[in-house]
């Protein structure tokens, strides 16, 4: 039979699960002020305003701003996963984040992007969320004809071409633009090209 927790031990549990749940939200918060903002928008305090919560609290998790641009940076790779999966409630836009990040830090996404292509693709979190996602989502019905792989890599194709297109602008404002105006493309190429109509009835 197992061994019951004491008060100390559930309180001690709580505690830790909050810090992660406080952690994790208060890197979502930096990951969509990059994505709208750039590096320069990820700000102590911009974090925690985003976040709902306080300064100190984003010290206590980040002592130094290097270290929350740094730990930024490390979950980029969580969020594309996530993303990749269908999980988008961290970003209200899925379609802007890559080119948003794109726009501010090409090689940060070029990074991320250079290792889908190294060694097996499915031990890849970004590739097999993605994969995962098509195999078994039934909500988002793929056109017919179109396998699951192939949806991912088209879908992750975009975040390539993202970096490509947004590349050509040069000024910090020509760029941000270029990323809202890919986002939408983004959204109508793979809406257009890779989701099945709905049938009547089902909208």
């Not at 993303?83 to 970003?91: M, P, Q």
Request: hydrophobic share 40%; aromatic share 6%.
């Amino acid at each position: 039979m197992p061994r019951a927790h004491t008060a100390g031990e559930e309180a001690s549990r709580k505690s830790r699960k909050n810090g992660r749940l406080t952690r994790q939200r208060l890197l979502a918060a930096a990951i969509t002020l990059w994505s709208e903002l750039g590096s320069l928008g990820v700000t102590v305090s911009a974090v925690a305003e985003r976040a709902g919560t306080t300064r100190r609290t984003v010290y206590h998790h980040f002592p130094t701003h290097e270290a929350l641009l740094s730990a930024t940076a490390e979950f980029v790779d969580t969020e594309l996963a996530q993303l990749a999966a269908g999980e988008v409630s961290l970003d209200e836009n899925p379609y802007q984040l890559v080119p948003g990040l794109a726009a501010d830090n090409p090689d940060l996404i070029r990074s991320v992007l250079s290792r889908l292509l190294a060694g097996d693709p499915m031990a890849n979190p970004i590739y097999a969320s993605g994969v995962r996602y098509w195999l078994s989502e039934p909500t988002q019905r793929l056109r017919e004809g179109i396998p699951p792989e192939h949806a991912t890599a088209v879908s992750i194709g975009m975040w390539y071409a993202a970096n490509l297109v947004i590349a050509t602008k040069h000024s910090p404002a020509e760029r941000r633009h270029e990323a809202q105006r890919f986002a939408r493309t983004y959204e109508r190429l793979l809406s257009e090209g890779l989701f099945a109509e709905e049938p009547a009835g089902e909208q």
